[in-house]
């Protein structure tokens, strides 16, 4: 059983700022990658920004230098600040996470798992 939390969304102003954050908990053997994705209204889902374990970074390029994103290994956490924010960031974020789950001695099973979405409405 694997959980992912989400928090820290809500309604913010143009130019303003907001840190989301997702927490994994549950059976988990290892974290190979979290990130997270947004899907406005009408629109397809993308991703924002993902980080491996490893500390590698991928944003869209709509978010570069807007966004950063940050991982806390020890607390299975990963972190999306979000400055500069724009109408058009307006979105249902969601945060995903590639997890190798326990299964049996010192095998596992890989597969990815979401977050329940956290709305970010920036006002115009």
């Known amino acids: 059983q694997v959980q992912l939390v989400e928090s820290g969304g809500g309604l913010v102003q143009p130019g303003g700022s907001l840190r989301v954050s997702c927490a994994a908990s549950?059976?988990?053997?290892?974290?190979?990658?979290m990130g997270w994705y947004r899907q406005a209204p009408g629109k397809q889902r993308e991703l924002v920004a993902a980080?491996?374990?490893?500390?590698?970074?991928n944003y869209a390029d709509s978010v570069k230098d807007r966004f950063t994103i940050s991982r806390d290994n020890a607390k299975n956490t990963v972190y999306l600040q979000m400055n500069s924010l724009k109408p058009e960031d307006t979105a249902v974020y969601y945060c995903?996470?590639?997890?190798?789950?326990?299964?049996?001695?010192?095998?596992?099973?890989?597969?990815?798992?979401w977050g329940q979405g956290t709305q970010v409405t920036v006002s115009s």
């Open positions: 980080i491996t374990s490893g500390g590698i970074t």
């Open positions: 549950g059976r988990i053997f290892s974290i190979n990658a």
């Open positions: 995903s996470a590639n997890i190798n789950t326990y299964y049996s001695g010192t095998l596992y099973q890989n597969s990815d798992y």
